[in-house]
């Protein structure tokens, strides 16, 4: 029976459950230094005078590094790509989300409230920190833009991005909207929503002579090589990234932020290595957020329901510094049939840290206001809201014309709602009860893109008989470890307990970002396809050994099975493939594979597709809401492991419940900054807020994505859910919320 797919317990639970597994800031390097960031407390202007004696007197200060006497870089801002688009630097694109600017005391501008503007290193943390906070520093303080309703008055477009472009149209909408029988026209809001990852950022640097070493918490160690390198003017081989695990990351890990190259620069400076960890504060600006957005759906359709035109513009914030586009219309773009559709993404400029992805970039906030809108509208036509979507069902992809790889979203609709119990639903808001209690049930669909990119992946078989497969990629705490050695020991024809996958290490073959729900999906292939190689190096040298059972046999009479090579015409001629290594020589026998991207996405349009179902129980008095249950059935290609699965769906409705419910970075807009900025205040779900989590994961297989057939499975969790509660919070009240999150207070209006 195939390893794949099973639910395999975690091969590195035992680790981490015994506090062995080493995150980026517990890597123990002799003599280290530790260096805090001192940040702006303006938005915006120039800093106009530096006091740093008294930090520099204190006992173990060595040294405070600021803009007047920071090393020089080669390249000041680390790098020139943007985020949301634009040129691409050099080659290390290919692989990698752009790198935003960074601020890396090479100037004297402040561009955000919370900008890194100095760096004290200490010989222990506490006298770091002591000293961080006796820097002071006066500013030439500039008019700053923190009213995102007047930088609306001066919207930008952004730059055109490949798959994601600025604008799109088909037919003509407006003729549409004029036949349709009936339309909506409403305005939805997102806020600012902070990444809130266990483990929060750190790296450590260490230089010997002209190499670097960076022990980072990153989903993307060759971008931070990459982004390192240019930075000191060095070739990407002499900078090496360590990230063995990740302890969470939700996209702002994903590109390489100023502290990773700020450690780098404090080690040179004081010849020593240096760590730098970010406090739960700090990870609120430097690091990235989820955009604002304000999002306008015009929806016309006709009497039965059909969608004659789709109009979706969407403005979001970016940064003075640097621009990312949150993409919200891309949903949009894909989900739904209808004759015409039109959309628009634009950019209103404020005065704060660089936004970035966050999980489901554009689609957790785009399917917000597409599915509320699509639920308006099934109560203006009276009609059932999985009748609505079934009947704008698209059999292919509405904007290329091309067949989808695979989808089963209607069958997802099916579970989904018989799980859920949909028939029972009295549709009249405010109808169902459960006592004083008023009971809501809401929907949604979906949808997040099967991506994919070329990695690569090394095998080798050891002469103990053990097999270790390596690739330069990362484990954020999704189960990357488990779910590569299922796919290498079902390829080698090894038990489990034999093979060992190693990853997080720029010195090992290189793979992608571990972001866009890509990484099963592109390094799964390359492991695949090293471990099958490697296979086929053992079958062919254990056939060409004069000495073996097996030899004068042909590479397709062999079998491998449970660690050894087996004729299949004749079981009994065996061979155990350690004995292959050792006659071979001793020495390990190793294969190579490249994965790389066909043309199969010129050919088929790859998404994962799902449905969710949400109860929501208010209390009419006080308005609290509270989800006792949720039922979410996903369709995502070929499940690599139960458990995993399982969890990281499950992790995603819970977010989606966040989401919905909680999130949201109350910002002080006089200043900029963040006043939520911790745990404590920023609000995120615990166990006490989350029901029953219903997951089921129909049967699909896609033999267009990989030769897995695996699509992610990271981000489709989160979509759709936050438009499931505000529909079901409109079945219970009565009331639509169309601006996140929904709070109490907005019920009780």
């Not at 404090?266 to 600006?285: F, H, I, N, S």
């Not at 990235?288 to 403005?315: C, F, M, S, W, Y």
Request: net charge positive.
């Amino acid at each position: 029976m195939s390893i794949v797919g099973q639910g395999i317990d975690r091969v590195d639970a035992r680790l981490k459950v015994t506090g062995t597994a080493t995150y980026s800031a517990e890597h123990k390097l002799p003599n280290m230094a530790y260096a805090v960031i001192v940040q702006s407390t303006i938005p915006k202007g120039r800093i106009a005078a530096v006091e740093t004696a008294a930090a520099e007197a204190m006992p173990g200060v060595l040294a405070v590094l600021t803009h007047q006497n920071a090393p020089r870089l080669a390249k000041p801002h680390g790098s020139e790509t943007k985020q949301g688009g634009g040129e691409q630097s050099k080659p290390d694109q290919k692989q990698s989300p752009p790198t935003p600017k960074l601020t890396l005391l090479q100037e004297d501008r402040v561009y955000y409230n919370g900008q890194p503007v100095a760096l004290v290193v200490a010989d222990t943390f506490e006298r770091a920190r002591d000293a961080a906070r006796r820097v002071r520093l006066r500013y030439a303080a500039e008019p700053a833009q923190l009213d995102f309703s007047k930088a609306k008055q001066k919207l930008r477009r952004p730059e055109p991005q490949p798959e994601r472009p600025s604008d799109t149209g088909r037919g003509n909408v407006e003729r549409s909207l004029q036949r349709a029988a009936t339309r909506v026209d409403l305005l939805y809001t997102t806020p600012m929503e902070n990444h809130n990852p266990i483990e929060p950022h750190a790296t450590i640097a260490q230089w010997e002579g002209d190499r670097l070493t960076l022990y980072d918490t990153t989903q993307n160690i060759s971008g931070a090589q990459r982004t390192a390198a240019l930075s000191f003017g060095l070739p990407p081989e002499q900078v090496r990234v360590v990230c063995p695990f990740v302890g969470g990351g939700f996209g702002s890990k994903g590109t390489t932020w100023s502290h990773v190259v700020l450690a780098a620069i404090a080690a040179k400076a004081v010849q020593r290595p240096v760590k730098l960890a970010l406090d739960r504060t700090q990870m609120y600006g430097p690091v990235g957020a989820r955009p604002l957005t304000e999002q306008r759906l015009v929806l016309g359709a006709n009497a039965q329901g059909k969608l004659a035109a789709i109009r979706h513009d969407t403005i979001s914030s970016t940064a003075t510094l640097d621009d990312f586009t949150e993409p919200c219309t891309s949903v949009s773009r894909i989900l739904y049939a209808s004759e015409s559709l039109q959309t628009s993404q634009r950019l209103a400029t404020l005065d704060v840290g660089v936004p970035t992805y966050m999980r489901a970039p554009g689609e957790a906030s785009g399917s917000f206001a597409l599915e509320s809108a699509l639920d308006e509208l099934a109560y203006r036509l009276k009609m059932d809201p999985v009748e609505l979507r079934l009947a704008n069902y698209a059999e292919k992809d509405p904007e290329k014309d091309i067949p989808w790889s695979s989808k089963s979203l209607r069958e997802c609709y099916r579970a989904g709602a018989e799980r859920f119990g949909w028939a029972r639903r009295n549709p009249k808001p405010g109808s169902m009860r459960n006592g004083r209690t008023l009971v809501g049930w809401g929907m949604a669909t979906a949808t997040y893109p099967a991506n994919r990119k070329g990695a690569k992946a090394v095998a080798a078989l050891l002469p103990d008989g053990t097999a270790v497969v390596r690739s330069g990629s990362h484990d954020l705490g999704t189960g990357t470890y488990t779910v590569m050695t299922q796919i290498a020991a079902d390829a080698l024809g090894m038990p489990l307990s034999r093979v060992r996958f190693q990853l997080g290490d720029t010195t090992m073959p290189e793979a992608p970002v571990s972001g866009g729900s890509q990484t099963v999906a592109s390094v799964g292939p390359a492991v695949h396809q090293a471990a099958r190689a490697l296979r086929d190096k053992l079958i062919a040298t254990a056939t060409a050994d004069t000495a073996s059972p097996l030899h004068g046999l042909g590479a397709g009479d062999v079998d491998a099975v449970d660690g050894w090579l087996v004729s299949r015409a004749d079981p009994a001629r065996r061979v155990q493939m350690s004995t292959v290594v050792t006659r071979a020589g001793g020495q390990p026998i190793v294969a190579n594979a490249s994965a790389e991207q066909g043309d199969e996405k010129k050919r088929f349009s790859m998404h994962a597709f799902g449905a969710v179902f949400v109860e929501v129980h208010i209390d009419p008095d006080v308005g609290t809401i509270h989800v006792p249950r949720v039922v979410g059935a996903y369709g995502i290609g070929r499940m690599m492991n139960a458990k995993t699965t399982h969890s990281q769906l499950m992790g995603g409705i819970v977010w989606g419940l966040g989401m919905g419910l909680m999130e949201k970075t109350e910002m002080d807009w006089r200043f900029g900054r963040a006043v939520n900025a911790n745990l404590a205040d920023y609000h995120v779900p615990v166990n006490a807020d989350c029901g029953a989590i219903d997951i089921i994961v129909v049967d699909e297989e896609d033999k267009q994505i990989n030769e897995l057939g695996a699509k992610g499975v990271g981000e489709i969790g989160i979509t759709g859910v936050a438009a499931a509660i505000a529909n079901a919070v409109y079945h219970a009240t009565g009331k639509r919320i169309r601006d996140l999150p929904i709070t109490p207070d907005k019920v009780m209006v």
